[in-house]
């Protein structure tokens, strides 16, 4: 019997054991799996941490690719821009990109053409020659505002196009005969309208014009004046405005007076702000606050908070004006205006650069008074041809005259005042010479009247010596 009970103990005792061992490997089996989980877990968690990582490294590439200095890489973005900043229909940038384009047109374009006649030892001018230069320049409102819009749409689209066509029904006396015959008229054609392109010939001369409407009839090389600004040499079709340069820079410099404007919104109306010590004085003060909604400055306001007023730290106003200050400075140094025509009259503090800002302007649009210059010379040449080809008159000599844009600067006045006239003074220069480097002075028209004056103050003088004599 003893034995059977030691049998008996030792087999329950084997169960014990081997139901405490199986217990032990099942927690240290299910820890392992916990632990196991958690690995996953964090190998898991590394993986999404890398993505988000490259995720985040990609974005900033992107970024930066979007990030740019200039906003506007292609001539029809640039150019729609343009126009539209200066229509006043864009979001930006319409203060700047308009006055630029008009105080540069109006450096460009002058006072007037001025004409002059290129006498020649074997010949005068003809006065039916200078009668039809001047009936065109009338006609075609080259003598008045209307090509001040011409200058100023070539500074918009950086491109002239003149066309030229006969209007027989234009009518004008002839000094010949009295008869009236038709004119050469110009049409100024804007890129914008119709988006022509320019077929460049073999010496860099535009030979032809193809228009977007396959309806326009394209222009030949007789029928038209063309010239490009800035952009490439040989590249006709692709031309650059100086505007085009600033269009970001104006950008930025309206959004730092936009965030001034928002600043001071935030400035003027203060915040009022009441600190409270516990919940029932909340409360005590949003019920007072309710029952006097238009409490204003100067009416009484009994609270048991502490009361004050927040409002915006202003030291970073300082960075946005000096942002916008330099962004105006760019648009000046790129532009050739004087900054204190941009409103920074702050800046023009030293009296040297005051006095040099004439010749500074002038050297700034010169480029550009040379191309329109030689544009209205190509003008005045095949419009002559025209007329005498469609008219049936004598033909016009237009090498005959000689076309300018009158503008002077103080070096030029200076200039006239300290060599030309005490040249001509001393005669050692012709009266005409003096006369024609005059802006809006016809050289001709001056003369004639001093001889008339000349002529009528001899006979006044020869009248009283008579007198005097009886």
């Known amino acids: 019997m003893d034995m059977i009970n030691r049998v008996t103990r030792g087999i329950k005792n084997s169960f014990r054991y081997l139901k405490a061992t199986t217990g032990y490997y099942e927690r240290r089996i299910e820890k392992q799996n916990k632990l196991l989980d958690v690995s996953v877990k964090s190998i898991l968690g590394y993986e999404r941490a890398i993505q988000n990582t490259q995720i985040l490294i990609s974005d900033y590439s992107d970024e930066n690719k979007t990030y740019t200095g200039n906003s506007y890489k292609d ?74 819009e011409m200058v100023t749409s070539t500074e918009i689209e950086g491109r002239l196009l003149w066309q030229l066509e006969y209007d027989k029904d234009h009518e004008w006396a002839t000094a010949n005969n009295g008869s009236k015959v038709g004119m050469v008229r110009v049409v100024p054609r804007l890129w914008l309208d119709d988006e022509y392109t320019v077929d460049e010939g073999k010496y860099g001369n535009a030979e032809g014009i193809a228009f977007g409407d396959t309806d326009k009839q394209a222009l030949k090389e007789e ?75 100067g009416v009484p306001f009994v609270t048991t908070a502490e009361f004050s007023y927040v409002q915006p730290d202003l030291t970073h106003v300082t960075a946005l004006i000096k942002e916008f200050y330099v962004n105006v400075q760019i648009i000046s140094s790129i532009v050739g205006i004087p900054v204190h025509w941009l409103a920074l009259v702050d800046l023009m503090s030293n009296r040297s650069t005051a006095e040099d800002l004439g010749d500074m302007t002038e050297l700034a649009v010169s480029t550009e008074r040379q191309i329109i210059t030689s544009a209205l010379n190509e003008l005045i040449k095949k419009a002559a041809i025209m007329q005498a080809d469609k008219s049936g008159l004598s033909a016009v000599d237009y090498s005959a ?32 010479q003096l006369l024609d480097k005059m802006p809006g002075i016809n050289a001709e028209e001056a003369l004639g009247e001093l001889q008339e004056q000349n002529k009528e103050n001899a006979a006044f003088m020869f009248k009283e010596d008579m007198n005097n004599e009886e």
């Open 223 to 297: 029928g038209f004046v063309y010239r490009k600004f800035g952009g490439l040499m040989g590249k006709l079709d692709d031309p650059v405005q100086k505007v085009w340069r600033t269009l970001t820079y104006a950008e930025t410099a309206e959004k730092c007076l936009r965030d001034l404007r928002q600043i001071n919104h935030l400035y003027a109306g203060p915040r009022p702000v009441f600190k409270c010590d516990s919940k029932d004085d909340v409360k005590l003060v949003l019920d007072q606050l309710a029952k006097n909604p238009n409490w204003k400055l």
């Open 401 to 432: 005259f000689q076309l300018s844009l009158s503008i002077i600067s103080d070096e030029q006045w200076r200039h006239l005042k300290d060599i030309y006239i005490p040249a001509a003074e001393k005669r050692l220069l012709p009266v005409k």
């Open 75 to 148: 001539y029809g973005t640039a150019t729609e821009e343009i126009a539209s900043r200066y229509t006043c229909k864009a979001d930006w940038g319409v203060a700047f990109t308009g006055p630029v384009i008009d105080i540069r047109a109006a450096l460009i374009s002058g006072e007037k053409i001025n004409v002059k006649k290129v006498e020649k030892k074997e010949k005068q001018v003809k006065d039916s020659d200078a009668e039809w230069l001047d009936e065109f320049l009338n006609a075609n409102g080259l003598n008045d505002y209307r090509f001040m």
